[in-house]
């Protein structure tokens, strides 16, 4: 079974990056893929209850490649780790099939240090559901759930769930846009869209500046009926006045 996902896993590096020229290539000379093999082992370990092995193997690819993966970690088939250096995946995250994380990428926990034995197997760490793509830099912290071929950019930090096929920037992140969901296979490196990617916070203040200008062309408006009404009352009362005098006399 192990063999097997490294297969899968070899293939997916062949398919997601231009520079890899075959499988042997991949094997020697790619540390993403290097750590994926000390992760594939290191799980089973665990899995099997060895878990000092399993982590004294996981400590030796940190040091070999400068990817943590926790062998505690759930990861699917053909995952790709690209320019890897600086990833880190906590002991409770569960990354699903088809998943692509670029350099410095973070898959983090905010709960406090295990005190308890009761604390133990609590759920720290995200979920990254099936396709989903995590730019450079991106930090993703605590129990949270990425749907499915949702993409995360670069230097994002995510602390709250994000949608199936959406795409996430800022920090804090927020979802800017929807993905056509006819194209939800395709890859995109990086998490970048051909969309372009609109800054959240000055599409907040176009809105805005829209709604001020509408309020005030109103009030304009407003105020020229205001003084079109009063103007007519004042003739109206001038027309009167001599009626009035005349009847008296």
Known sequence: MVFKRLKADLDAFLERDPAARSRLEVAIL???????VFYRISNWLWRQNLR??????????????????????TIGCCFVI??????????????????????????????????????VGTKRHPTLGNGVIVGSGAQILGPIVVGEHARVGANAVVTTDIPACMTAVGIPAKVIMPRDKSKTGEFRAYATSPEGVPDPVQQILDQMRNQMTEMQKRIDELEQEKTSRSKDDDDEGGNSEPGRQSSVA
């Open 82 to 119: 690209d320019h890897g250096t600086g990833v880190v995946v906590g002991e409770t995250a569960e990354i699903g099939d088809n998943v692509t994380l670029y350099h410095d990428v973070t898959l983090g926990g905010v709960a406090p240090s295990v005190d308890s034995a009761a604390q």
């Open 30 to 36: 790619y540390q993403g893929f290097h750590a994926i």
């Open 52 to 73: 000092f092995i399993a982590r004294f193997i996981s400590q030796i690819g940190r040091i070999l490649t400068g990817i943590e993966i926790h062998p505690g970690a």
